[in-house]
Structures are given as C-alpha cells and as structure tokens.
C-alpha cells in the first residue's frame, strides 16, 4: 500500500482522521472539490449538512474508482463547510459515518476543515477535495 497514516504520540487521536499520512507511490491524484451533485447534477440533500456530506465522499469514492483508487490511497482531505459551526460536527461525522458505510471504507486520512461564507452555489453546504498517490 502506497499510505501510511499516523497518529504521533503527544498529538490528539481524533477518530475521524489521522494527523500524519506518508505517501510512497509514484503518481499523485488531485480530485477537485467535490459538493453534493448527483450524476444529473442536480444538489442532494438540500438543507441538510450530514447528506450532503455523504454525497460529497460519494463522489470522491467514484473519482477515487475511476483512476483505479480507493480512500486507502488518499493522503490528504480538505473539506469546506459553509457558516461553520462547532455544534455542526456530530452532522459532519454523521455523513462520512454514512458515506463510510456505503463504500465500504474507513476515510480516516489528514484532514482540514475550514469555514467559508459560501460555495459555488447558495444550496450547497459543503465541498470535499483530496489528494491520493498511487504506485
């Protein structure tokens, strides 16, 4: 497997990620953020933080699958969450639970989150994007 992922002593173990991912493939994949568009395009989830999330690590699954990925190789997220709020967390990790679930996998790579006033569309509340290496 091209990823390590570590958590170092004297840091905080966070159950929904790791701190420290290393890389030793040879080919980096860039998936550009992804928000809560089925394949019609069309928002999913609307009003709701936890399904919109889950779709957003759907179709990082299904860009992941089409280069021959899977999250094992991710080593790095960044997610963007519209009006961030800390009491919005147990949502947050309510959709990667559900999107986890679906795919059959444990997305526990480094992740960031950061608090934006808004995406690229009023009905969006959340953007995924991430970066995976593979052999």
């Excluded at 958590?7 to 980096?28: K, T």
């Excluded at 069309?42 to 933080?49: K, M, N, P, W």
């Excluded at 999107?99 to 996998?105: D, E, H, K, T």
């Amino acid at each position: 497997m091209a990823i390590t992922l570590v958590n170092p002593g004297g840091l905080p173990e966070i159950d929904l990620y790791r701190q420290v991912s290393i890389g030793s493939g040879s080919r980096l994949v860039f998936i550009a953020g992804q928000v809560a568009w089925g394949a019609d395009g069309v928002t999913v989830g609307e009003g709701d933080l936890a399904a919109q999330v889950e779709q957003c690590y759907l179709n990082i699954g299904t860009a992941l699958a089409e280069v021959g990925a899977s999250f094992d190789d991710v080593v790095k997220l960044t997610v963007y969450l519209v009006d961030w709020t800390p009491e919005k967390m147990p949502l947050f990790a309510e959709g990667v639970a559900r999107a986890a679930a679906r795919l059959g996998v444990t997305p526990v790579a480094p992740l960031t989150g950061i608090g934006v006033a808004a995406l690229a569309g009023p009905d969006l509340l959340v953007e995924v994007e991430a970066t995976a290496i593979i052999d």
